[in-house]
């Protein structure tokens, strides 16, 4: 009996060349497969440890960078209205400086040396945080000067810039003739000097800055 060469000894015929590397094509498209899934897990795996971790991911640690850097610091505006409540404080406390029973604050001054301050920090290298607020009053007709306080914006920095606000009574308008009004019912002599004069500040007042790592650089402003 003869065997074609293609016939096994038990009858059966062996897989064509074709089927051959079907089938090998088939394995390593699984094998392929599953090392791709397998690199997926590891991933992810890696991802969930740096979740885990007490340091946090890498992704975590850029974003506690950039909101570290954006409240470690307020914005001007709040910063400024920081100030500007110290220096509210400064002048309700300096009746005993300037010999009066009240100083009258206007609002619109409060405002105006707000925006004026925040005028002053713009191309400061530090802003508003490097600034040494000199607080006067300017006493109109006794030619007195008083320094009621001096102010550093944030203590822990080296001031960059040195401002020096010259406030001034009111010395006409309305509020001097009802003081005249309130005056007119007693004697001189039954008025104590310390204690029966109101004081109101004006709302115009002067603003002097000097830049303290530049020479020579001395600005000067009216502010109404």
């Not at 709040?78 to 009066?100: D, F, G, H, K, R």
């Not at 203590?155 to 606000?165: E, I, S």
């Not at 001189?188 to 029966?196: E, K």
Request: proline share 6%; charged share 20%; aromatic share 6%.
């Amino acid at each position: 009996m003869s065997f074609s060469c293609n016939q096994s000894l038990d009858g059966s015929f062996p897989p064509s060349p074709a089927e051959d590397r079907g089938s090998q094509r088939l394995s390593w498209s699984n094998l392929l497969q599953r090392l791709t899934e397998l690199k997926g897990l590891n991933q992810r795996a890696s991802a969930d440890q740096y979740c885990r971790s007490e340091t946090g991911s890498v992704a975590d640690l850029s974003l506690s960078e950039s909101d570290s850097s954006f409240f470690c610091y307020p914005p001007e505006e709040t910063l400024a209205a920081e100030v500007v409540a110290t220096i509210t404080q400064s002048l309700n406390n300096a009746s005993p400086i300037l010999c009066c029973s009240k100083l009258i604050i206007p609002d619109c001054l409060i405002h105006n040396i707000s925006q004026e301050l925040l005028h002053l920090a713009v191309n400061e290298p530090c802003g508003l945080r490097g600034a040494m607020i000199d607080l006067c009053v300017d006493k109109g007709d006794q030619g007195l000067l008083c320094t009621v306080d001096q102010i550093a914006v944030d203590p822990n920095l080296v001031p960059t810039f040195h401002v020096t606000l010259m406030l001034r009574l009111e010395s006409g308008g309305l509020w001097p003739k009802v003081q005249k009004l309130f005056k007119g019912g007693k004697p001189p002599s039954a008025m104590s000097p310390r204690h029966h004069k109101a004081l109101r500040l004006s709302s115009s007042f002067r603003a002097i800055r000097r830049k303290l790592y530049s020479s020579g650089e001395l600005l000067i402003e009216e502010c109404c």
